[in-house]
């Protein structure tokens, strides 16, 4: 059964943004590697067929192109999709960032915008 987000919305979610990234992140079993499918400012998707509970927090690491090292996240699963529960859904879980300090913002959001740029208009969000 697919669960919506359990997150109050303080306002509008940011755009997101379709670029598939390679991310790690730990489990219980240790780390594993997916792939994210969508990423804005305050988070991403990945996708996976094995999606962690809502309100589990999670460590990242991420590498964005353009940038020297990857660097690690804080987050924490906000909605997850099930598999096979509806047609043309990505299984997978959505991951809000949280205590992301100043350095990191600016990255991720140099990246998002410089994403959106490259995109077409109708593909911008």
Do not use: C
């Not at 997150?7 to 670029?19: F, I, M, N, S, T």
Request: charged share 25%.
């Amino acid at each position: 059964m697919a669960e919506h987000s359990q997150k109050p919305h303080a306002g509008p979610r940011a755009p997101r943004l379709e670029y598939e990234l390679p991310v790690a992140y730990k489990t219980v079993a240790g780390f594993v590697t997916d792939w994210a499918v969508n990423i804005s400012r305050g988070g991403l998707f990945i996708n996976t067929q094995k999606p962690l509970p809502v309100g589990t927090h999670v460590k990242l690491i991420v590498s964005l192109p353009g940038t020297e090292f990857p660097f690690d996240l804080a987050g924490r699963v906000t909605r997850i999709n099930e598999t096979h529960v509806a047609p043309n859904q990505v299984p997978g879980m959505a991951i809000e960032f949280v205590d992301v300090d100043e350095d990191k913002r600016v990255r991720l959001e140099e990246f998002v915008e410089r994403l959106r740029k490259a995109l077409p208009p109708e593909d911008r969000g």
